[in-house]
């Protein structure tokens, strides 16, 4: 995706096990954490939001005409 670079490390520490997920632009680094527990439902939003990428992007809507007062 551009010149992105997207790192997914499954990780634990003395709280629990997590999935960490960098984004590597240019040498800057921005992550984020999901941990295990809302794993499954982080899939889901994201399957969902690929179906909805693969069907394009919404149709805008049309303008309306303004009522004069």
Known sequence: MERKTFIFCLKENPRGRFL???EDVSGRHQA???PTT???DFAKLVQAFAKSAEA???SAP????ANPP
């Open 20 to 22: 960490r997920i960098t």
């Open 32 to 34: 984020i954490i999901v």
């Open 38 to 40: 809302g794993l499954e």
């Open 56 to 58: 394009g992007p919404p």
């Open 62 to 65: 049309t303008a309306q005409p």
